[in-house]
């Protein structure tokens, strides 16, 4: 069974960076995608950004096109989030996600337990 356990996320002022990281195991193998998510409290979960089977194509949403980039290591199965220029809006807990490319969580398989990143003003 696939299990996906997010690291490194934290405080962090606004303007700043984190990365996060995403490590899977059990059952896997190539020939699928994996993707980030977030939840604000009071909030849908929402895409933030994917990246293909072989670690080429890549998906963003639009407030993280420039300051996001995700990227996976194929070999360790790990799965990053480089996120620069935080801002407060970004405070969420941040999920990976494995199984699909697309923009729609019911699309994926599996899930991480989160990561709560939060950007203080």
């Known amino acids: 069974q696939l299990q996906l356990v997010e690291s490194g996320g934290g405080l962090v002022q606004a303007g700043g960076s984190l990365r996060l990281t995403c490590r899977a195991s059990?059952?896997?193998?190539?020939?699928?995608?994996m993707g980030w998510f977030r939840q604000a409290p009071g909030k849908e979960r929402e895409f933030v950004a994917s990246?293909?089977?072989?670690?080429?194509?890549?998906n963003y949403a639009d407030f993280a096109k420039g300051r996001f980039t995700t990227s996976r290591e194929l070999a360790e199965n790990i799965l990053y989030l480089q996120m620069n220029s935080l801002e407060p809006g970004d405070t969420a807990v941040y999920y990976c996600?494995?199984?699909?490319?697309?923009?729609?969580?019911?699309?994926?398989?599996?899930w991480g337990q989160g990561a709560q990143v939060t950007v203080s003003s």
């Open positions: 990246v293909g089977w072989s670690g080429v194509a890549r």
């Open positions: 996600a494995a199984g699909a490319y697309g923009k729609d969580p019911s699309e994926y398989d599996a």
């Open positions: 059990g059952g896997i193998g190539i020939g699928y995608a």
